[in-house]
Structures are given as C-alpha cells and as structure tokens.
C-alpha cells in the first residue's frame, strides 16, 4: 500500500463523494453489505438489482426498499449469506466490515456469491496506525461504539483481510481524513475483484 494520501474532508464528506464516484457504475445485481439505513442504495443506477442486507432493518430500510424498483431486503449477515454461489455481479461495504461480527468470515461469503470477475467495493474506517494518539482514542471509543454503534469496532485491519481474502486482484487506497480533536482518522477505500 502507498502512503496514505492526506484528505482535507471529514470521513462522511470522503464516504459521500466515493458513494457519488463508484456505485452509480455498478450493474447487474449488487449486494449491499450492512445496507444500513439505505444510503448507498440510492446511488445505484436504476438498472442495478439493489439486494439490501442488514440484520436488523429499521422501517428506514424498509421503506427504502419498497419505493425502489428492483430491490430486494435480505434480512441476513454477512457471514452465512442466503445466495448461491456466484450469485452477484458486484458487492458493496460501505463502513460494514468494522460492524460485522468476523470480517475474515464475511468477506469470504463475498467472495463465494460473487461471479467470476465480480468485484467487491469498499469504503472502510480502519485502525490507526500502533501507538498513534489516534489509535488510543479508537481504544477508548472501541468499548462505546461495539456497544451503542451497530457493532462498529474502529481498530479493525481491514486492508490486510482484505487482501488475505482470496480476491484475484485487490486495488486498495488509503486515506487519513481529518478526525476528532484534529486528528488524522484512517480511511481505505477501493476494490477487490473475484
Ligand atoms: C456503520 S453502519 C453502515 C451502514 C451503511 N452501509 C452505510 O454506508 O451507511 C454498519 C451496518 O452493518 C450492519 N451489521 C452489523 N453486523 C452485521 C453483520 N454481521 N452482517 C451484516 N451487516 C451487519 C449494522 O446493522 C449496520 O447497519
């Protein structure tokens, strides 16, 4: 991985402009990780199939999946999938792998649903570089955000699983963002072909 490039933006503004960059070029069936609340589903282009998994969707969701045509709410995790293999043209994380409860076993469901040549696409806050003040403050957040924040445990290495995934090709960027208390918070986003 190169250097990470300095961003002047917020990790929400960084996270808006790749939604705004990658998702609408996306096509075919597209399984969106941890859907959320159901952001990264209106960026999709209208031809796209929008599968929308989440565990516990809120009537947000719902809602969001009933007013557009060509979804469809999978009420599931990431790690036992309810596809078959080779399933999905693309898959999206969109800040899901700090959430899931064992990213090494989702990303290896992504893989198996995603067709040969498919491709995952990522925006992740990752761990701070060891020993960095930034890095204290995600352990001191760490026991809060696990709890009240969806699962979010934001000491993840999510670069390196991944890159151990099993992907044929990986191209992985990292960012810092500027965090709280104007630190640097790590971001990676980019993408991963089956
Ligand atoms: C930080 S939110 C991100 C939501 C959305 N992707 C976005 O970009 O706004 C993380 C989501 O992952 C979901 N999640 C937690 N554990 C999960 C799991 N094991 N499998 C799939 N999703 C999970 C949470 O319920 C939450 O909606």
Known sequence: MSAPYRTSGTAPQEQARWRRRTLGALSGTVLDVGAGSGTSGRFLAPGAEWLALEPAPSARLVRAVEARPRSRLLQSVAEELPLTDGDVD?????????????????LAEILRVLRPGGRLVFFE????????????FQGLAAPFTRRFDRGC??????ASAIRRAGFSRVDLRALRTAGVFGG??????GEAIR
């Open 125 to 136: 806050h990752v761990a701070a570089p060891a020993g960095s003040g930034a890095r204290l």
């Open 90 to 106: 693309a898959a999206v994380c969109s800040t899901a792998l700090c959430s899931v409860a064992d990213p090494d076993g989702a």
């Open 153 to 158: 445990d934001p000491r993840r290495d999510t």
């Open 184 to 189: 640097l918070a790590p971001v990676i986003e």
